[in-house]
């Protein structure tokens, strides 16, 4: 059984930071792009960043300076490191895997809430 089981929502004040994780289990296939994705109440869920298994990167605009995704691929883990939040990064974060030929799999977290509030 397949999972991606992340780690590291919460609570922060506007300007802090927060790291995400997300570590996949049970994927029989090679892991291809790993993403993070969000979703703020309301609203449709959204790209955040992707990394290949090659290491590049494509970040959305909105987080472009601010959010740092990368990869252990010995792990299997994707993270995502944000800093300089903002009361509008608040949202429902998740980690998203593509595996098999041509990541033909399609993968999802059940999200991690992260919350900037002062």
């Known amino acids: 059984q397949v999972q991606l089981v992340e780690s590291g929502g919460g609570l922060v004040q506007p300007g802090g930071s927060l790291s995400l994780s997300c570590a996949p289990s049970?994927?029989?296939?090679?892991?291809?792009?790993m993403a993070w994705y969000r979703q703020a109440p309301g609203k449709q869920r959204d790209l955040v960043a992707t990394?290949?298994?090659?290491?590049?990167?494509n970040y959305a605009d909105s987080v472009k300076g601010r959010f740092t995704i990368s990869r252990d691929n010995a792990k299997s883990t994707v993270y995502l490191q944000m800093n300089s939040l903002k009361p509008e990064d608040t949202a429902v974060y998740y980690c998203?895997?593509?595996?098999?030929?041509?990541?033909?799999?399609?993968?999802w977290g059940r999200g991690t809430q992260v919350t900037v509030s002062s």
């Open positions: 049970g994927i029989r296939f090679s892991i291809n792009t």
């Open positions: 998203n895997v593509r595996a098999g030929h041509l990541g033909r799999y399609d993968y």
């Open positions: 990394i290949t298994s090659g290491g590049i990167t």
